[in-house]
């Protein structure tokens, strides 16, 4: 069991890694270090844009299965339950 003043593992292990990026990054000049950020950034937003687009697609098909259903008057369980008395 850590005591209040020790760090856990992952705690260690984090500040371990932040130092060795910010060596590495002390021995790179400003606007490459800014450009890498940049650059990474678009790649996470491109990334978040094909995400966002799975998303359309699947509300596009809900919408469009509850367009089909309404129009045949099928209303979801409480149809089933009815066909089922038949």
Do not use: Q
Request: proline share 1%.
């Amino acid at each position: 069991m850590l005591l209040k003043e020790e760090k856990s593992f992952r705690e260690r292990r984090s500040e371990f890694r932040h130092k060795i990026v910010d060596g590495i990054y002390d021995r790179i000049p400003v606007d490459v270090v800014e450009h890498l950020g940049n650059a990474n950034k678009e790649l996470i937003f491109a990334i978040e844009g094909v995400f966002n687009g799975f998303v359309k697609r699947i509300d596009d098909r809900i919408a469009k299965t509850k367009e089909r259903h309404s129009k045949k008057g099928i209303n979801g369980k409480h149809d089933e339950e009815n066909n089922d008395e038949e």
